[in-house]
C-alpha cells in the first residue's frame, strides 16, 4: 500500500457509510412514521362502565372578569327563550364543535392535502389544510370555526386554529383572539377492538383566559354507521313561507 | 289528559338508558324538568320531525277538558337513530308520548320518546339535545 492513498480511501468509505446510513435512518423513520387515517365515523368516547354517556369534557377554562360578564350577558337576555344559537341553526364554533357538538357523531374525511371534520349537528365542517394548501389565515374573514391548519409529527397531526370570532354562546366562550391547538392521533382501542380517536387540546386566549385551557377529547369509531345530513333552517323558512301565503289568502302546497 | 306519573327507573319506553346531558343544548331546557318523566296519550294534530328539535300537538283529552298541547322534542337526526322512520304515523293517529313536563306545571314538554299506534317505539331518556 502506497503511503497517503489509504487515508483518503478512508475518508471516502467513511462518507459514503454516512450518505447511507442517513438515507436508510429517514427510510426507516419514515416507515415507522407512516401517517395515520384518521377518515371515518366518529362518537364520543365511552369508557368502560359508562356506556351511554353523550358528554363532553367537564373541564372548564378559567375566565376574566370581562368574560364572566359578557356570557352572563348572553345568558340573561336568552334564558328561557328559544334563540340559542343552534334554535337558530347556528353550529357549536370552536372548540364547542370538537369538544361536544351536542354529542351527535362525526365523520373524517382525510386527503393528503386537506382534513374534512363533518360534524353531524348542524352539518358543521371545518376544512383543515395541509402543505400547499395553506393560505395565509390572516386573509381570511373570521368564524366561528375559524381557519385551520395542520402539519404532522410523527404520527400525530397538529393542527392550529385562528381567525375565530368572539363567541358568548358557546359552553367555552372566547374572544376573537383565541387560538386552538389540536394534536389527534390514535390512542389505546377500546377493550371491543374499536379505534380510539385522541384529541389533546389547548385554547389560549389572551383577552379571555387566566390562563391556556387544556383538555383532551376522545372519541371511539362507528362502524357501519351512516353520518347524516342535519337540514335545520327548512322549517323556520317553510313557517315564514306560510305566513306570506296567508297574509295573500293563497294555498301554499309546498310542505 | 291521561297523565301517568311514574319513577323514572319504571319508565323504560324503549330500554334506553341515557340519562347525561347532551352538552350544550340548541337553547335553554330550563322550563323542562328532566327528573321527572310523565306518558301521556293523544291524538297527532300536527307533527313534524325536524332540527334542531321536533315539534308536536297533540289533541289531549283529560279531567280538564279535551285541548291541543304543544310539545318540542329531541332532533330529527337523533329520533331517526332511535328508530323514527318516515310514515310510521300521521295526523289523526294515536300515539303516546314519553316527556319531560315544564317545571311550571303548565302543558307541554319536552318528548323524549313516542310509541306509535303499532307499538314501535322511538326515543331515549336525555336532556334535551
Same mark, same amino acid.
Given at each position: 500500500? +502506497?503511503?497517503?492513498?489509504? !487515508? =483518503?480511501?478512508? +475518508?471516502?468509505?467513511?462518507?459514503?457509510?454516512? $450518505?447511507c446510513y442517513v438515507i436508510m435512518t429517514s427510510m426507516i423513520t419514515e416507515k415507522v412514521y407512516a401517517r395515520p387515517d384518521f377518515s371515518g365515523a366518529w362518537t364520543v368516547y365511552r369508557p368502560a362502565g359508562g356506556a351511554g354517556r353523550f358528554m363532553g369534557t367537564a373541564d372548564q377554562p378559567s375566565y376574566k372578569e370581562v368574560a364572566v360578564k359578557a356570557a352572563s350577558d348572553f345568558r340573561t337576555v336568552t334564558e328561557g327563550t328559544n334563540h340559542g344559537a343552534g334554535n337558530s341553526c347556528v353550529g357549536y364554533g370552536m372548540p364547542g364543535s370538537m369538544l361536544g357538538s351536542g354529542g351527535y357523531p362525526m365523520e373524517i374525511i382525510q386527503r393528503e392535502d386537506q382534513l374534512f371534520v363533518i360534524y353531524e349537528a348542524h352539518n358543521e365542517i371545518r376544512r383543515i389544510y395541509l402543505g400547499d394548501e395553506i393560505r395565509d389565515p390572516a386573509t381570511f374573514f373570521p368564524e366561528r370555526n375559524g381557519y385551520s391548519t395542520a402539519f404532522w409529527e410523527g404520527d400525530h397531526l =397538529?393542527?392550529?386554529t385562528s381567525r375565530l370570532k368572539t363567541q358568548v354562546d358557546s359552553r367555552y366562550p372566547h374572544s376573537a383572539a383565541a387560538t386552538i391547538r389540536e394534536e389527534y392521533y390514535y390512542g389505546e382501542p377500546t377493550e371491543d377492538g374499536l379505534k380510539v380517536l385522541v384529541a389533546e387540546m389547548v385554547m389560549t386566549d389572551p383577552l379571555w383566559l387566566n390562563e391556556p385551557f387544556e383538555t383532551t377529547k376522545r372519541w371511539q369509531e362507528m362502524q357501519d354507521y351512516h $353520518?347524516?345530513?342535519?337540514?335545520?333552517?327548512? !322549517?323556520k323558512w317553510l313557517d315564514e313561507m306560510s305566513e306570506l301565503y296567508e297574509e295573500a289568502e293563497l294555498e301554499m302546497v309546498q310542505e | 289528559m291521561k297523565f301517568i306519573m311514574h319513577p323514572l327507573l319504571t319508565l323504560s319506553l324503549l330500554g334506553a338508558s341515557v340519562s347525561a346531558s347532551t352538552g350544550y343544548a340548541h337553547h335553554s331546557a330550563a322550563q %323542562?324538568? %328532566? *327528573?321527572?318523566? &310523565?306518558?301521556?296519550?293523544?291524538?297527532? @294534530?300536527? &307533527?313534524? %320531525? @325536524?332540527?334542531?328539535? *321536533?315539534h308536536l300537538v297533540l289533541e289531549v283529552a283529560d279531567s280538564k277538558g279535551t285541548r291541543d298541547i304543544t310539545f318540542e322534542g329531541h332532533s330529527r337526526n337523533n329520533m331517526r337513530r332511535q328508530g323514527l322512520l318516515p310514515d310510521m304515523f300521521t295526523v289523526g293517529d294515536s300515539v303516546t308520548i314519553r316527556i319531560a313536563p315544564m317545571r311550571n306545571g303548565e302543558d307541554g314538554g319536552y318528548v323524549t320518546a313516542l310509541r306509535t299506534p303499532q307499538g314501535e317505539e322511538i326515543g331515549r331518556v336525555t336532556a334535551a339535545d
Open positions: 500500500m +502506497k503511503r497517503g492513498v489509504f !487515508p =483518503i480511501r478512508s +475518508k471516502t468509505y467513511v462518507a459514503v457509510a454516512f $450518505v =397538529i393542527v392550529e $353520518v347524516l345530513t342535519y337540514e335545520c333552517s327548512e !322549517p | %323542562f324538568d %328532566f *327528573m321527572n318523566t &310523565v306518558l301521556i296519550e293523544g291524538k297527532v @294534530a300536527t &307533527v313534524r %320531525f @325536524a332540527n334542531p328539535h *321536533m
